[in-house]
């Protein structure tokens, strides 16, 4: 399975970005799916998470009430919705799915498969 995401773009800060991520597959039925983001010289971190089956939600602190993370189960697509963006919010952003519970939503090696990337970058 292969995830492709998009979305992208430079945004000025207090903008608003959506982000994509689709399955190769439309079979693909994932446990969960997440968003993780990397800055420069920073490690990657997690920013949100939605399980398949019910659709419950999980995000990382620095996003909470700002991103809403939602999914079309017949596309098998993700999406990341991101208001009142700000320049730390600035970094590339990786959609990843996971066939099971694993180490849980948060962890990056609970996730079987990740998208190439898309860069946001937000000027103050």
């Known amino acids: 399975v292969q995830l492709q995401a998009s979305g992208g773009g430079l945004v000025q800060a207090g903008g608003s970005l959506r982000l994509s991520c689709a399955a190769s597959e439309r079979t693909f039925s994932p446990y969960g799916m997440g968003w993780f983001r990397q800055a420069p010289g920073k490690e990657r971190e997690f920013v949100a998470s939605?399980?398949?089956?019910?659709?419950?939600?999980l995000y990382g602190d620095s996003v909470k009430g700002r991103f809403t993370i939602s999914r079309d189960n017949a596309k098998t697509t993700i999406y990341l919705q991101m208001n009142s963006l700000k320049p730390e919010d600035t970094a590339v952003y990786y959609c990843?799915?996971?066939?099971?519970?694993?180490?849980?939503?948060?962890?990056?090696?609970?996730?079987?498969?990740w998208g190439q990337g898309t860069q946001v970058t937000v000027s103050s």
């Open positions: 990843a799915g996971r066939r099971r519970a694993g180490s849980g939503s948060v962890r990056q090696d609970s996730y079987d498969f």
């Open positions: 939605i399980r398949w089956s019910g659709g419950s939600t």
